[in-house]
């Protein structure tokens, strides 16, 4: 493959994982990242998952990434619906302890530490 194509894949690449991560941040985090302003200990629990994510990703030797974390949150809720998670339809409440939910809110905060696209 000649750097021609392999610079427009990535760049493809590279547009879909933001696009992935836009719209999780509309379903999820919007709402979960405005409820974490008015609650400390939701804050604290999404910091904690943004740690777990972190690790997960090694992020201690290698950058963050909009690829990494979108392929991240895209494997957490692959899992959760093998297991028969359901996404909550209409408006999400951060009072429930939901695993999933608090994941990928924590991929959002994450999300937004990145580089915005040129």
Avoid at 12 to 25: E, G, I, K, V
Avoid at 63 to 75: D, M, R, S, V
Avoid at 92 to 103: A, F, G, H, P, Q
């Amino acid at each position: 493959m000649n750097g021609l194509f392999s610079n427009a894949a990535a760049r493809a690449a590279l547009r879909s994982a933001h696009a992935s991560l836009a719209d999780l941040t509309a379903a999820v985090g919007v709402s979960g990242l405005a409820a974490t302003q008015s609650s400390p200990g939701l804050m604290s629990v999404i910091d904690q998952h943004a740690a777990g994510v972190r690790d997960s990703l090694d992020a201690d030797t290698r950058p963050l990434t909009p690829i990494l974390l979108a392929a991240y949150a895209e494997g957490v809720r692959d899992a959760a619906y093998q297991h028969g998670w359901i996404a909550p339809e209409g408006e999400i409440d951060w009072s429930e302890n939901d695993w999933v939910l608090r994941r990928l809110l924590a991929v959002c905060m994450l999300a937004r530490t990145l580089p915005t696209p040129a």
